[in-house]
């Protein structure tokens, strides 16, 4: 990829806090409390670049793909898509531009209507965008059962989502999304749900279609393995903020922050005699609602210090890479 | 000495449905030693549930085993009455079902729902039978990293990885000799995968328990697992310790298997699925059931069943007429 390299997103200080339902007497003794689901992040997404956002449950992952699409409102900061911050602009125009931008959901089990048809699955966006000529429709939905792999493309056309295995009715997903000929895909762990074998097939089937169309995708998952396998650049959310992010070789390899390096380290390799050193972390990630002042990972690091407690330590680059603690 | 404490022999288990017979398990022998673990693994629909459900006599209404014996402990549970099945559950032999940690009652604590468990086992309705089962509900939360103090607490309140400690706390309630744990990891973090794991080791080592480890993720298998059995399409394929399947494999699927998971260690390579689509089970192909995707295949394959033979030690079980052959 060279520096030029068209530029999608510009992510800058995004934010999304959840008001948190208070009971009426709350609201008049105490402040509104929010859950801080997206805590000011920023990052870049370019043309043709797998970008992993990796975190713990409820890490904020899934909530800023859904602002980056403007499914959600922004609390705050810009989303700067081919240099237009359309954080702010009405549910019209983003209508507009979200045939460009698609998302693939986890579930292959419930994210299709269960009475409807493939080929009115697949047909479905064209039909609600109006953004290629109605006689175009058949051509484009066969190119994509084709591109996915889902051929005879006759037969898969009229079967129904429960007469298709889940690795097929994620391929119809994928279909879905690529109808619209978008430059930008967000994929929500697609594959978690699937078998190994089904799984590597669908990372595969994206890493071709990225290829072929020179996609931008943004990959969410809690597999680091699988990021790895895909992935260009990883991101790593801690409680709605980042915590590393950079080339995700290097950040797999040599992980700079603590909590980074935990979580590399506690993933399962399929090598029973594998010696790794393990770097346990207590308890389990909180809600991001009452953060504490200083480092949020500061009350389960194992290194944590007394200005960690203090001082919330910033997104800082170092040998070509960010990561935000006090140790770096 | 090594006991054996549950042998699986020549299980064959069918679903009858108006149209077909399903063989979902066909003729499959294992054993699992006092104090070990043995992973099962195998693609989606492979069978695993279902030998599970077998063993403890809790099948559907149309599955019927129609031929084999399960000792446990020497002692043919499929010789036993409805009753002493049912007394045997929980005390001898307990199961974490597949998506259990979604089957908490919303409306009763935590802890009412293990009392009952243990009362009902027990037969002990009476006020001081009730007594000690709460105070065992305590020891059970105590085993399971739980707070004890949080007996009282509602589903909801629990996160992922505690609910799946406390389904791990009920199973363990009455003292099981046999622990068969349907994927109990598979919807949960890394971190708290792995703290759920090293649970389990701890467990089995202070109380000698054996365990059936049911997964389709090897590298969990490979962290945690001293014995493997590997299943395809109704049929046990290869049994070993973890070192030698891993490491010596012998069985095409087997390797094929291993090879379709990336991981964090090691160079970053293209993998490439296995073809083809796993047989259906109501018309299984003749021979052995991997021939139409095995590249080791030959006429013999395609006209006789493998027999399932001890390969390189007396411990490590092969069904393939060309096992440990090099696969190009
Ligand atoms: N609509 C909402 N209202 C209130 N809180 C929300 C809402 N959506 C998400 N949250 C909260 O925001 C935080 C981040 O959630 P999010 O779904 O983005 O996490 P995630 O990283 O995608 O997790 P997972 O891996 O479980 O999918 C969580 O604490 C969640 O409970
Ligand atoms: N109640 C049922 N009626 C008919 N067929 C069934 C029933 N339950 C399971 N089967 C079939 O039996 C076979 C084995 O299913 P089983 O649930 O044991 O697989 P598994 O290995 O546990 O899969 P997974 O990894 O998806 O949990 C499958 O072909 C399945 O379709
Ligand atoms: S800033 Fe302190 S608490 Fe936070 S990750 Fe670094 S060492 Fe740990
Ligand atoms: S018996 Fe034949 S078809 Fe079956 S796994 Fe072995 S080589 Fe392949
Ligand atoms: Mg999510
Ligand atoms: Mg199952």
Redesign the pocket.
């Known amino acids: 990829m060279s520096s030029t390299t068209k530029i999608l997103f510009t992510i800058k200080d995004l934010r999304k806090w959840f008001p948190t339902r208070t009971g009426l007497l709350d609201g008049i003794r105490r402040r509104q409390e929010y859950v801080r689901a997206v805590d000011d992040i920023s990052f870049e997404i370019k043309q043709g670049e797998v970008v992993c956002l990796v975190g713990e ?1 409820g890490s904020g ?3 800023a ?1 859904r602002l980056l699409l403007r499914l959600e409102d922004p609390t705050g900061g810009e989303i700067i898509y081919k240099g237009k911050d359309i954080a702010k602009v009405k549910e019209r125009q983003i209508r507009k531009l979200r045939r460009h931008m698609q998302m693939i959901f ?1 579930n292959p089990y419930e994210s299709l209507d269960p009475r409807m048809t493939i080929y009115d699955v697949i047909s479905e966006p064209l039909q609600v965008t109006n953004v290629f000529p109605k006689s175009e429709t058949h051509k484009r939905v066969a190119k994509a059962l084709e591109d996915v792999g889902l051929i005879p493309v006759s037969e898969f056309s009229i079967r129904f989502p429960h007469e298709l295995s889940g690795g097929q009715r994620q391929r119809v997903s994928i279909a879905r999304a690529l109808v619209l000929d978008p430059e930008f895909i967000i994929a ?2 697609p594959a978690s749900m699937l078998d190994a074998n089904t799984r590597i097939e669908i990372l595969n089937l994206l890493q071709d279609l990225q290829a072929a169309y020179n996609m931008g995708i943004l990959f ?1 998952t809690h597999d680091l393995a699988q990021a790895r396998y895909l992935g260009h650049r990883i991101i790593i959310l801690y409680l709605g903020k980042i915590v590393e992010k950079g080339n995700i070789d290097q950040v797999i390899q040599n992980p700079h922050h603590p909590y980074s390096k935990a979580l590399i380290s506690n993933i399962p390799v399929p090598d029973p005699d594998a010696k790794r050193e393990r770097i346990e972390i207590e308890g389990e990630i909180p809600t991001a609602i009452n953060l504490p002042p200083g480092c949020r990972f500061a009350p389960r690091c194992p290194f944590q210090f007394e200005k960690c407690i203090d001082e919330e330590p910033e997104l800082m680059m170092k040998d070509g890479r960010y990561s935000a603690c006090w140790l770096d | 000495m090594i006991m054996v404490l549950l042998e699986v022999k020549n299980l064959s288990t069918h679903f009858f449905l108006k149209e077909s017979r399903v063989r979902a398990v066909d003729d499959v022998c294992f054993t699992i030693d006092q104090g070990k673990t043995l992973g099962v693994a195998g693609e989606s629909g492979c069978g695993k549930t279902t030998t599970a459900l077998s063993i403890m006599r809790m099948l559907p209404p149309a599955g019927k085993i129609v031929n084999g014996e399960i000792f446990l402990d020497g002692v043919d549970l499929l010789k036993k009455s409805k009753e002493e099945m049912r007394k045997a559950k929980w005390k001898e032999l307990s199961y974490v079902f597949q998506y259990a940690m979604n089957a908490f009652n919303p409306v009763m604590t935590v802890g009412e729902q293990i009392a009952e468990v243990i009362i009902e086992k027990e037969n002990s309705k009476s006020k001081s039978g009730k007594k000690e089962a709460w105070k065992k509900v305590k020891e059970s939360f105590e085993i399971v990293g739980l707070d004890p103090d949080r007996i009282k607490n509602y589903p909801h309140e629990f996160s992922g990885g505690m609910k799946q400690r406390a389904i791990i706390a009920m199973a363990m309630a009455c003292d099981p000799k046999l622990l068969i744990a349907d994927e109990p990891v598979t919807a949960l973090d890394v971190i708290v995968e792995k703290k759920i794991l090293k649970l389990l080791n701890e467990i089995q080592s202070n109380y000698n328990l054996g365990i059936m480890f049911i997964t389709h993720d090897l590298s969990v298998i490979a962290e945690s697992c001293d014995d493997v059995a590997i299943m395809y399409a109704g049929k046990m394929v290869e049994v070993g310790d973890a070192s030698t399947v891993f490491h010596k494999g012998a069985h095409p699927y087997t390797r094929m298997l291993i090879r379709s998971f990336p991981s964090i260690l090691g160079e970053c390579k293209r993998i490439e699925p296995i073809s083809g689509i796993p047989p259906d089970l109501a018309n299984p192909p003749p021979g052995c059931r991997f021939h139409p995707r095995c590249p080791l295949a030959t006429k013999e394959c395609r006209k006789d069943i493998p027999p399932f033979e001890p390969f390189s030690t007396s411990r490590h079980h092969v069904a393939c007429f060309h096992a440990g052959e090099t696969i190009l």
């Open positions: 449950s992952k899934t909530t793909a986890q929500d762990e969410i």
